[in-house]
């Protein structure tokens, strides 16, 4: 792994809501990350999980893989991300992994959850977790396209 792919794990107890924080070269696991956010005082737990697609929605963008780099920074903004959501929404639990290195398409790119006490506050806490993922921590994509062309999303 270079320089521009780090690895990044931090595991929260129970008085801590931010259960789980990942970056990883390796294969994501749903399980984990709902395991993370259990919590018996939650009445709602949300969970999304990205994917690499074989398009990126142009008639001429066939995908066939892409490659995910981290800046060094990437784990800090996460932890970041993720003090705000819970700081902004009753959250019980939450946690959020993303992968960096080569990617097929069909493999896991991100998944996140929360779990709050009730679903429409686990809900919106999810989407706010995953839309300031994508939009402030450094880590960007390199898309491969069937014709050989590639492209940088996010740097």
Same mark, same amino acid.
């Given at each position: 792994?270079?320089?521009?792919?780090?690895?990044?794990?931090?595991?929260?107890?129970?008085?801590?809501?931010?259960?789980?924080?990942?970056?990883?070269?390796?294969?994501?696991?749903?399980?984990?990350?709902? =395991?993370?956010?259990?919590?018996?005082?939650?009445? =709602?737990?949300?969970?999304?999980?990205?994917?690499?697609?074989?398009?990126?929605?142009?008639?001429?963008?066939?995908?066939?893989?892409?490659?995910?780099?981290?800046?060094?920074?990437?784990?800090?903004?996460?932890?970041?991300?993720?003090?705000?959501?819970?700081?902004?929404?009753?959250?019980?639990?939450?946690?959020?992994?993303?992968?960096?290195?080569?990617?097929?398409? =069909?493999?896991?790119?991100?998944?996140?959850?929360?779990?709050?006490?009730?679903?429409?506050?686990?809900?919106?806490?999810?989407?706010?977790?995953?839309?300031?993922?994508?939009?402030?921590?450094?880590?960007?994509?390199?898309?491969?396209?069937?014709?050989?062309?590639?492209?940088?999303?996010?740097?």
């Amino acid at each position: 792994m270079d320089d521009m792919a780090p690895t990044y794990e931090e595991r929260g107890d129970g008085d801590d809501p931010i259960r789980l924080l990942a970056i990883r070269d390796t294969p994501l696991s749903v399980d984990e990350v709902v =395991g993370a956010v259990g919590d018996d005082a939650a009445g =709602g737990t949300t969970l999304f999980v990205g994917t690499v697609r074989d398009h990126d929605g142009r008639p001429d963008a066939a995908v066939t893989g892409l490659s995910y780099s981290a800046h060094p920074t990437a784990g800090a903004e996460l932890r970041r991300v993720a003090e705000k959501v819970a700081a902004d929404f009753p959250v019980r639990a939450l946690a959020a992994v993303h992968r960096v290195g080569d990617l097929r398409v =069909g493999d896991i790119a991100v998944v996140v959850a929360v779990a709050c006490a009730h679903r429409g506050e686990a809900f919106a806490a999810s989407r706010r977790l995953i839309d300031d993922l994508k939009g402030q921590v450094p880590i960007w994509k390199q898309q491969t396209f069937e014709d050989g062309r590639e492209d940088w999303v996010g740097a």
